[in-house]
């Protein structure tokens, strides 16, 4: 029977592997196994010795990192170096998630391919590029999936927080100078179910691509929110972090690894 640990158990990614991975599945959040202990981690992996261990934890304050940078690089990146030491003598395989915003943005508007260079402009991508250079260059037997704008169970996404914002506000601004792809987190552990032989780094997110400012509308409409929203731009509101104006990515390498066609986030909103 295929044993799998999971990370960050209670995080929105997370809840769909516990809901459909296959075998044996422990699943643990920061109170039960915090992922900057080298030592908790070892004994993780040696109690349970899985096949797979699926990190979903990460230190996902954007804002909050420009300021708590250690803190951010200790879960986003040092755990990593941590896992691939702990996973070594059981050969299992790390699944690991990173972000659009290890990239800079660009002014052409085509998506990112695995290709292209990492820059990130924020400390949050930064710790998550850290992340990704531990883990590629400390173990061997591992894949990165980079994600974005995740959206699934819980409060810590966008959708949820547009209908928190509009509860007591008659308008609402949201940045149209901010563009990706809104990716349900139902559709990240289907396909990384299907892609669980794979190694290395992979994008994987819905076709096509929006502003901030589109998906609210659309989430809105779905939702039958009666707020108006007004397109702004990321300078408006002052916040710590910088994000890049356009980091969409492209998936079509793992689309026809695994032979399967994405999904548009707009189907998701029909
Ligand atoms: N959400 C997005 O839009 C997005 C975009 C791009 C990439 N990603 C990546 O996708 C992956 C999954 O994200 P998600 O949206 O599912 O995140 P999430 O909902 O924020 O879940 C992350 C979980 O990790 C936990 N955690 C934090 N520090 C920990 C520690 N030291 N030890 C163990 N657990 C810890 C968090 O607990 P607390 O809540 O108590 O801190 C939370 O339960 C992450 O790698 C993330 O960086 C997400």
Redo the contacts with the bound molecule.
């Keep these: 029977m295929m044993k799998t640990l999971i990370?960050?158990?209670?995080?929105?990614?997370?809840k769909e592997f516990i809901a459909s991975i296959k075998g044996d599945v422990y699943s643990?959040?920061?109170d039960k196994?915090?992922?900057?202990e080298e030592k908790a981690v070892f004994e993780a992996v040696n109690a349970y010795k899985p096949d797979f261990l699926i990190?979903?934890?990460?230190?996902?304050n954007v804002d909050k990192a420009e300021t708590d940078y250690d803190n951010a690089f200790?879960?986003?990146a040092l755990?990593l170096k941590y896992f691939a030491r702990a996973c070594e003598r059981y050969k299992t395989k790390i699944i690991?998630?990173?972000?659009?915003?290890v990239f800079p943005g660009k002014t052409e508007k085509v998506p990112y391919r695995e290709t292209e260079l990492p820059n990130p402009v924020n400390k949050y991508g930064q710790s998550?590029l850290e992340g990704e250079k531990l883990l590629s260059s400390n173990y061997e037997n591992y894949s990165i999936f980079?994600?974005?704008?995740?959206?699934?169970q819980?409060t810590?996404?966008?959708p949820f927080k547009l209908k928190n914002w509009a509860k007591d506000k008659k308008e609402l601004k949201i940045a149209e100078d901010e563009v990706s792809v809104p990716t349900p987190?139902s559709l990240v552990s289907g396909i990384v179910n299907k892609s669980l032989d794979l190694k290395g780094v992979w994008h994987l997110c819905c076709k096509g691509f929006a502003s901030r400012y589109e998906w609210a509308l659309k989430i809105a409409k779905k939702e039958n929110i009666s707020v108006k929203i007004i397109g702004a731009r990321q300078a408006d509101f002052g916040l710590p972090a910088k994000r890049p104006q356009f980091s969409a990515m492209d998936s079509s390498k793992l689309e026809s690894e695994i032979g399967v066609k994405f999904p548009y986030w707009t189907e998701f909103y029909e």
């Design positions: 990370t960050g158990a209670y995080g929105q990614l997370a643990f959040d920061a196994l915090d992922i900057t990190n979903c934890a990460a230190y996902n200790k879960v986003n755990s690991h998630f990173s972000t659009d915003f998550k980079r994600v974005s704008w995740l959206y699934g819980g810590q996404n966008f987190t």
